[in-house]
């Protein structure tokens, strides 16, 4: 079991930055792929980005593409997402996930809400 808690959600300006974590615990959390998603009100969870377990790669949705930069640090079991420009668009719940996928889902923290006013 890997248990992960988010945080670093809150309400910001369009434009604004913000940086969540996310916290892990359990199993090591170096030898799996990390991810963030997120689901805004009435939508499906969409994928926003993921990390390989070294840190070596990593992918982005569209939608955040030279917004966002994920990254991992395996020595503290921490990963972020960073996240500038923001849009009122990006407004969701951001839940952090890790797994054997590229894209994984194995284990998912409760989340983080993020709110983008405009």
């Known amino acids: 079991q890997v248990q992960l808690v988010e945080s670093g959600g809150g309400l910001v300006q369009a434009g604004g930055s913000l940086r969540l974590s996310c916290a892990a615990s359990?199993?090591?959390?170096?030898?799996?792929?990390m991810g963030w998603f997120r689901q805004a009100p009435g939508k499906e969870r969409e994928f926003v980005a993921a990390?390989?377990?070294?840190?070596?790669?990593?992918d982005y949705a569209d939608s955040v593409k030279g917004r966002f930069t994920i990254s991992r640090d395996n020595a503290e079991n921490i990963g972020y997402l960073q996240m500038n420009s923001l849009k009122p668009e990006d407004t969701a719940v951001y839940y952090c996930?890790?797994?054997?996928?590229?894209?994984?889902?194995?284990?998912w923290g409760h989340g983080t809400q993020v709110t983008v006013s405009s």
């Open positions: 990390i390989s377990s070294s840190g070596g790669r990593t």
């Open positions: 996930a890790v797994g054997r996928r590229t894209r994984p889902n194995d284990y």
């Open positions: 359990g199993r090591t959390f170096s030898i799996f792929y």
